[in-house]
């Protein structure tokens, strides 16, 4: 159940990331319209938070602690989780 459910969250906060570097940004330094990167940008800080709790929560409950520092490494690299997800589903992390 956790995994499916960071995988979502991981997921969403790639995307997210994908798309505030790819669109908003774009939008906003190019054609000079700020606000969907305020929007896009409060979206994606949200998931990044929620995605780094989870891996808070998961480290010790269901993972090792090297997941953790993987994640967050994850997270910051634009694609990151999509590669941090498959590996997490592999059970690369899980505790013995």
């Not at 896009?40 to 090792?64: C, P, T």
């Amino acid at each position: 159940m956790m995994k499916q459910f960071i995988s979502v969250i991981s997921y969403l906060e790639a995307f997210s990331a994908i798309f505030l570097f790819s669109v908003a940004m774009p939008v906003k330094y190019i054609g000079g319209n700020p606000e969907l990167v305020s929007l896009v940008g409060a979206i994606h800080g949200f998931l990044f938070v929620l995605f780094v709790s989870m891996l808070l929560v998961g480290v010790g409950k269901h993972w090792n602690r090297v997941a953790f520092y993987h994640g967050f490494i994850a997270a910051i690299v634009p694609a990151g989780p999509f590669l941090f997800d498959g590996m997490l589903i592999g059970g690369e992390y899980d505790l013995n």
